[in-house]
């Protein structure tokens, strides 16, 4: 079998039977499914039998066992690990030169663990022929999932700490949980068992429901690295202060230290016009400068 997914072509299989693509590798979340199209092909235009065996490794071996199912393209099962009727080996046709469409399904257990994998080999030999073979291999690793928890406005700190608490008191699948201070109304949740989320959280107080779906990591990544503190703000701007002795005071942005992420501002109330220096998170602009 060969081991470089990535660089095997067509090509080097020399005899008259071969997969037209090389295998692939892909992550699939826990209860979650992936698939992947394959065509096998013959050189020869007479029609052909073919015979092809299925040999699945689990890593670790004492790994929670896939759902692996193969296809034809008219949606006919040819092999299902979970039926009592399948068989690692079984034939068909091959209709002269035309190749051969074939759908491969692995389905990840509910159980499974952080890059828990499957490796599927897929051999496929000429019946009048043993030797004239063609392999190809299929990787599926078992991934986390982030999943997005509607909370009541301004409790997301609390509910992110009630789900905390709960998963550090008993067996619990949460791995990570992050409440970021300017997204409102929700709290993010990472683990491997969506369903062992769900029974996490159930019950906690201003904690709804999960949104449909799972969320990505191009999708919180600014989140993970927060912009600095005086982004988005320029010389000139107007702001107001919302912490520190002069909340609620409106001022113009006289200087910005970068390094330090603090800013100079000139108070329009000041009867002397002193500049003071605050912190970029300390005030909200009101009014670009022009």
């Known amino acids: 079998m060969t081991q470089d997914l990535q660089t095997a072509t067509s090509e080097e299989a020399s005899g008259r039977i071969s997969f037209v693509e090389r295998g692939v590798e892909a992550k699939v979340p826990a209860s979650g499914s992936t698939s992947w199209g394959l065509q096998l092909k013959?050189?020869?235009?007479?029609?052909?039998?073919?015979?092809m065996k299925i040999h699945l490794t689990l890593v670790p071996a004492d790994a929670a066992e896939w759902s692996i199912r193969l296809f034809d393209s008219t949606g006919t099962s040819l092999y299902d690990n979970h039926s009592s009727q399948s068989t690692e080996e079984f034939e068909f046709f091959l209709e002269g030169s035309q190749p051969k469409d074939l759908r491969l399904e692995a389905h990840a257990p509910i159980g499974s663990s952080y890059k828990d994998k499957v490796m599927i080999d897929l051999e496929a030999c000429m019946v009048d022929c043993p030797t004239d073979c063609d392999q190809v291999q299929y990787v599926a690793e078992a991934r986390q999932s982030i999943l997005a928890l509607k909370t009541s406005i301004g409790h997301e700190k609390n509910v992110a700490d009630d789900i905390s608490s709960r998963a550090k008191a008993g067996k619990s699948d949460v791995s990570a949980i992050l409440s970021p201070t300017n997204l409102r109304g929700y709290v993010l949740i990472?683990?491997?068992?969506?369903e062992k989320l769900r029974e996490t959280v159930r019950g906690v107080r201003r904690a709804h429901s999960f949104v449909d779906g799972e969320t990505t990591y191009e999708e919180?990544?600014?989140?993970?690295?927060?912009?600095?503190?005086?982004?988005?703000?320029?010389e000139g701007d107007v702001v107001e202060l919302v912490a520190g002795p002069f909340k609620g005071e409106k001022a113009r942005v006289q200087q910005i230290d970068e390094a330090k992420e603090e800013i100079t501002v000139e108070l329009f109330e000041a009867m002397v016009p002193i500049p003071v220096t605050v912190r970029g998170d300390h005030v909200r602009v009101l009014e670009k400068d022009r």
């Open 220 to 234: 919180i990544d600014h989140y993970l690295a927060p912009k600095p503190l005086v982004s988005g703000i320029t």
């Open 42 to 51: 013959c050189k020869e235009d007479s029609r052909k039998k073919v015979r």
């Open 190 to 194: 990472e683990g491997m068992n969506t």
